[in-house]
Every structure is written in structure tokens, then in C-alpha cells.
């Protein structure tokens, strides 16, 4: 194949594996067809069953970025912009002779969640009435879509969901609208919103964890409940672990806002010895909280 002549535009922390995948789409070709512009000398993780990874990621030398850039009809800066992998260099393919070469290697991705094909508005378009599924860098407070009121789950679960459907939940929506007030104040106090995150999650998810008599509990069952579309029936321990990100979110933030609080900062920064944020121990004051 030779210089592109459809244009596709990458969305904002999408995957370059997923860019390639869209742009095959837009051909009607096979991904692999199109992967074939590039020498890739591995291959990309797989689940046990042996279906690909959705967050299986390709990097590029130089030249493959320049052949990316040629097939999206895009200039390679503004695929360095929104693709968070696109300027990642691997020794084994930036070096040497081979460098000359369009070459490819495959890693895992990280956090990433499948945007889905499903969801009218949310999904790329391809030809005309097609909704192309894309895979983008999300973490977790950064799920929710409010507009579709859906939840995105992570690429690398071994499960058929892409996401959970929240529009019984509205409180899930409104922690999704609360937590850029959280970020901003994070920062003004000189904090990473990511370590304020995760630290809340790691305080909320003990609670959850502990939460073992589910006949007391009245919140989170009810989530659950609602994200399996009215009632979990027998599969309510598998939707304890497909859910629990999504029921626990709207605590999540709030914690996370609490910890940010002069004094409950303190205790957070005396329980974790002094130390970045880590899973909670059992004589934890935060985790004993719950």
C-alpha cells in the first residue's frame, strides 16, 4: 500500500495499534494486511485463550512513524500529540541498520479502556453508519462517560464487556463531574492527582474488600445490582469484581477530596510511613474508617 488516501485523524491518547486497526477499517483490510508495512519481530500479548489483548501496543522506529503518518494522510506532529506511544523509541528498532526500515515492536499498554463500538456519538467513524472501536490511554478516574452514561473498563480484562451501563446510577456521573474540582485543588496543594487517586482508591477498595456480609451493606449491593441491569441474581460475586471500580467511585472521589483536607492529609501521610500511597494494612486508621 502506498501513501494513504483516506484521511484518519487519531482521537487524544488513543493507542497507535489502535490507529492502525481504524485505519485498516477505513480500507476494508484486515489489520494484519496493513501491519505488513512494518518488519515486527514479536508478537502481541494474548489472553489464555489465546485472543489478542486490547491493549496491546506498537512501537515504531523513525521510519514506521514516517509510513504511519504517510497512511493517515497526518502530519507526524500531530500524531506525536495525541498518540501517547507514537514517540517511544525501543533500542532494538531505533538503532542500527534496521533502523532504515519501517519497524515495529510490540509491549503492553498500560491502563487503557476499549472505546466502544456501541455507543452512538462516543466511536469513530469509519464508512458511512460505522462506529469503529478504538482503545485509548484512560485512567481510572477518567472512565465515565456522562453524555451516554456508560463506564469503560479496562482493555485487558479476559470478560465480553466494554462497559457497564450507569444510567440508573447518577451519582457514579455526578463523582465523574466532582473530580476535576479534586485535580485542581491536588495540584494547587502540590499533590499529583494521580497519587491523590490512588490513594483513595486503595483506601476505598479495603473497605470494599471488607465488606464481607454484603446482608449489612445497602449502597454498594444496590450498584451492583443496577450495573447488571437490575438484578446480579447468581453472578453477583462475578459482578463484585467487574463492578467494584465503578460502584466505589463516587467514595473514591470523595476520599480522595477528604485526603486533601490539611488534617486527613496528615493522617494519610503518618499511616503510609511517610511513603507514597500503598495498599492499606489492616491497623490502618484509614482502612479502620470504613
Known amino acids: 500500500m502506498a501513501a494513504g488516501v483516506l484521511r484518519t485523524v487519531p482521537l487524544a491518547g488513543e493507542l497507535t495499534a489502535s490507529l492502525i486497526s481504524r485505519v485498516a477499517a477505513r480500507y476494508g483490510l484486515p489489520t494484519a494486511g496493513v501491519l505488513r508495512l512494518w518488519t515486527c519481530r514479536n508478537s502481541p500479548a494474548r489472553h ?100 451516554h452514561g456508560r463506564r469503560l473498563l479496562d482493555a485487558d480484562a479476559d470478560q465480553p464487556l466494554e462497559h457497564l451501563d450507569l444510567r440508573l446510577l447518577p451519582e457514579v456521573a455526578a463523582a465523574q463531574r466532582r473530580w476535576p474540582s479534586a485535580a485542581r485543588r491536588a495540584v494547587r496543594a502540590g499533590v499529583e ?5 490512588m490513594l483513595a482508591h486503595a ?49 473514591v472521589v470523595a476520599v480522595a477530596q477528604a485526603l486533601l483536607e490539611p488534617a486527613m492529609a496528615e493522617v494519610a ?6 511513603m507514597k500511597p500503598r495498599v492499606r494494612g489492616a491497623d490502618d486508621p484509614l482502612s479502620l474508617a470504613g
Not at 269 to 274: I, L, R
Open 193 to 197: 492527582p494521580e497519587q491523590a487517586f
Open 269 to 274: 501521610w503518618q499511616a503510609s510511613g511517610g
Open 48 to 147: 489464555d485463550g489465546g485472543g489478542a489483548r486490547a491493549d496491546a501496543e506498537v512501537v515504531l522506529n523513525g521510519t514506521g512513524r514516517h509510513v504511519l503518518a504517510e497512511l493517515c494522510r497526518v502530519e507526524p506532529k500531530v500524531l506525536a500529540h495525541a498518540l501517547p506511544a507514537f514517540t517511544m523509541d525501543d533500542p532494538k528498532i531505533c538503532t542500527g541498520r534496521e533502523a532504515e526500515e519501517a519497524q515495529a515492536r510490540w509491549r503492553a499498554a498500560g491502563t487503557v479502556a476499549v472505546r466502544p463500538r456501541s455507543a452512538a456519538g462516543c466511536a469513530p467513524r469509519g464508512a458511512p453508519g460505522q462506529a469503529l472501536r478504538a482503545v485509548r490511554y484512560l485512567p481510572g478516574w477518567h472512565r465515565v462517560c456522562r453524555r
Open 203 to 251: 483506601v476505598v477498595a479495603r473497605w470494599w474488600e471488607q465488606a464481607l456480609y454484603w446482608e449489612q451493606e445497602e449502597i454498594w449491593p444496590r450498584r451492583l445490582h443496577h450495573l447488571a441491569g437490575g438484578n446480579a441474581g447468581s453472578r453477583l460475586a462475578w459482578w463484585r469484581i467487574v463492578g467494584r471500580d465503578a460502584a466505589i467511585f463516587p467514595e
